[in-house]
């Protein structure tokens, strides 16, 4: 009751909820539908509903980061741990003293510069802990409204390469609706709960900043994907960007330079766009070779959906784009020269500083630490447990599946054999990577070397063991030290989160090929459906698109390229760093849940076949017939029907939206609730454990992420 009496009292004030309000409505604007000519639909054309929707979703992160904001700051008035540097740095530089520097700081000052500003633009007479903490609050709706900018244009990058990639010369080009998807929005939302990333907004920490300008980047990089070659104008804004993110964090160098770097190496490769060539039959392994040299030298890449790309691929699609790259070193270099320049500046600046870290250097000391790429897999199983539910479940059904088809399924006769005879090497690669016979050894190999990692490469820094108000270290207690048995039993939990992790990401097969399957067609659209499609178009421009949608490529999964770029850059993120601590996964998760793909109940095979012409006329018919059965049936016959009936009404609204993200937001907002209140509510005191002495003046310590 306090609590709300806190909130209600001085944090959700009539001033502030209309300006909560305000911003709502505003960065609601902002995921508008456009017409054809990328100007917005008028106010007055828009859906209600669909306006509802999205201005509830900001104006509900409005009141939840701004209620924290108000109880941190009752509650946690003072500086509260890395804030006693922080906070009074701020305040030297809202000063104008900008070269005075406490050296316990080893990040830039980009935090301080953004905060000066911020005072500036609201024109604020002084620099209080409250009013530094308060930026966080704008910092979290931007990164939801950036977060829903990008993973739209994800979708709309997805929708131009099925396009290229397809071979139909027939067919209609199908482009990505002008209108948002819900599953855009939604993802937005929990992109900004996400519990170790809310948690700071209420504190003056960089990480909310920090995140906030590396999507504003990626939200560049995006569109520098598009059809078009990128401008100069394009060039120099990414570099501008690129090193805005590193005046907050020097680690963002990774996702700026190799992430977005890579993934436009990648399009320069693809925009190449070499004429398709029959691959000819082969009889040696040397005429393979040379075959797809050729083709990768032209920029022909093997660069498959994640779905469908097994650990040969991965390799194959790695040598692939290494071999285009040089073989196009002017394409590819004019498209990622103010990536290389980034990386140059930053390269300037730890010559210049002596080291990447700023100020004390002695605890921050760089070194291999890989046993991070196993802690960040149980670290996102966690988190992402609510949408790992349909792979838990796809996988509990495909013996059945397997089962049903050898027993029901009917086999195809195989055809002739007309080829010459092929070389022993080339039927043993042939026999590898058709039949995938090496992925037990691969497995074997994977858990191997999860054990060598555990054995010669478990860090375990000062920090983790010395400082009990972080959640790292009980988790380090009650696991990792308690046995080195412990230890190499964590080794299955590792391996299980990994293929959780990475098959969250390929999507749920069965849904994915739904979608894209019913995007692609020999024949094109039939007259009958034209006019039927301009009129969903036209309706479906002033509303959120939903999976159920013809033109929806919210299920498709990213390319291979592009998850294992994600790959690289989480680990030279992570492996540099000897202290595991769950902040620095804030920019790997955040990726890797923009890539996520959408995941709905995919259609039976009788919807699939029923001719949309007759879907009509079949509803009212089984409506009627059904209205006529329940007056005659016994009222414990109609409670089973209401039952059935909800079944359906879930069945079929799990076919327009993706179930697993509504679980992921009771999951995080659940999560977060639960740190709110142990920071809050449970502070205790270091003691001296001789005499019982309080020790750090008898301040309360209070537990954290």
Known sequence: MEALRVVGGASLTPSELLRGLTIAVVFSRFLSPRSADNTLIPTWKLNKFTEVIK????????????????????????????????????????????????????????????????HKLWRLAECTSFS???????????????????????????????QDSSSCPTQSP????????????????????????????????????????VLLAYKNHLGRLGKESPDSYSDVLTVIFGVATLFMRQTNVFWVVVYMGGVEAVHAIRSLKP????????????????????????????????????????LICLLSIAVAALCNPVKVLRQVWPHITILALFGGFVAWNGGVVLGDKSNHIAIIHL????????????????????????????????????????????????????????????????????????????????????????????????????????????????????????VGAYTLSRWLVWGRLAGYKDSASSSINTRISVEGPSKSRKSDTLRREEKNKATLGTLDDDKSYSTTPPLTSTGLFWLLTTSLSLITAPLVEPRYFILPWVFYRLLVPAWRLPPSSSQTAEPREGKAAATSSRNEKERKRGEKEPPTSKSKNKILVIIKLVEDLAKKVDLSLLLETIWFVAINLGTMYMFLYKPFSWRDPGNGELLDGGRSQRFMW
């Open 55 to 118: 201005i509830s979703g900001f104006f509900f992160l409005f009141l939840f980061a701004r209620s924290w904001l108000g109880l941190v700051d009752h509650y946690v008035p003072e500086p509260y741990l890395d804030e006693v540097f922080h906070i009074p740095q701020a305040q030297t530089y809202c000063q104008g003293r900008f070269w005075d520097w406490n050296d316990k700081i080893t990040t830039p000052p980009g935090l301080y510069l953004l905060s000066v500003a911020n």
């Open 132 to 162: 530094l903490r308060n930026n966080n609050v704008l910092d979290i709706l931007l990164i939801a409204l950036l977060a829903a900018l990008c993973r739209d244009d994800i979708e709309a990058r997805t929708a131009e390469q099925q």
């Open 174 to 213: 199908q482009k990505k609706p002008q209108s948002f998807s819900l599953y855009t929005c939604h993802t937005a939302l929990n992109i900004a709960l996400f519990p170790v990333l809310f948690f700071f907004s209420g504190l003056y920490y960089t990480d909310v900043a920090s995140t906030l300008l």
């Open 275 to 314: 004429e398709p060539e029959e691959r000819p039959p082969f009889t040696t392994l040397e005429d393979q070779v040379r075959f797809y040299l050729s083709r990768w030298s032209v920029g022909d890449i093997e660069d498959p959906r994640v779905d469908v790309a097994w650990p040969d691929d991965w």
């Open 371 to 490: 046993a991070q790429m196993l802690y960040i897999w149980p670290f996102f199983a966690f988190f992402s447990a609510p949408l790992f539910l349909p792979t838990i479940v796809g996988s509990l059904l495909s013996p059945f599946k397997a089962i049903y088809t050898l027993v029901c399924g009917t086999h195809r006769p195989s055809a002739p054999q007309t080829q010459r005879p092929k070389s022993l090497a080339l039927q043993a690669i042939t026999l590898l990577s058709v039949n995938k016979i090496y992925y037990p050894l691969y497995l074997l190999f994977t858990i191997l070397l999860s054990l060598a990692l555990v054995k010669f490469n478990t860090i375990i820094h000062p920090f983790t063991l010395a400082d009990n108000r972080h959640y790292m270290f009980y988790i380090f207690r009650y696991t990792i030290r308690r046995s080195l048995k412990v230890r190499y039993l964590l």
